[in-house]
């Protein structure tokens, strides 16, 4: 029976319905819709394919944009500790000097102290020296008996 009914709708009229395809509508109505849908599938894939191009090239330009912060970032960091360490070798170099001055001018304040003293030394020597040749000219002129002990 199927097969004669197969056989008869090989032969339909134009004005007839054709054999329903799926959902119901009817295979040659269902092949005049793909038809008339196929530019617009085409058109969606097309669109489809050109979004995917966007999207991985979008892709590859932030790849290339993150590297090129990242490359941005490291000179930054670069040039931060070049300055942090030129800056480390300027204050050590001026801790050096000041340092260095400060040693010169304690050393020009010792120098300075000690000439005075020498100053008062030569100043006050001639008495000193008086005083001790006197002492020792008593402690002679002593009697043995009168000289303190051990000299």
């Known amino acids: ?9 090989r032969f339909r009229p134009v004005g007839l319905p054709g054999p329903a395809a799926a959902g119901g509508v009817p295979a040659d109505r269902a092949a005049e ?40 970032a490291t000179d930054i960091v670069g040039q931060a500790h070049a300055a942090a360490q030129r800056v480390r070798e300027e204050s050590a170099a001026r801790i050096h000097d000041a340092t260095e001055a400060e040693a010169a001018a304690l050393l020009a304040a010792a120098e300075g102290d000690v000439a005075a003293l020498r100053d008062r030394v030569e100043r006050h020597m001639p008495a000193l020296v008086d005083r001790v040749v006197a002492g020792a000219i008593e402690d002679l002129a002593a009697p043995d008996d009168a000289r303190p002990e051990g000299g």
């Open 1 to 9: 029976m199927a097969g004669f009914r197969d056989f008869l709708m």
């Open 33 to 72: 819709l793909t038809a008339e849908l196929e530019p617009q599938l085409a058109l969606l894939r097309e669109a489809e394919s050109e979004a995917r191009t966007i999207r991985e090239q979008a892709s590859e330009e932030a790849a290339r944009r993150r590297e090129a912060a990242e490359r941005t």
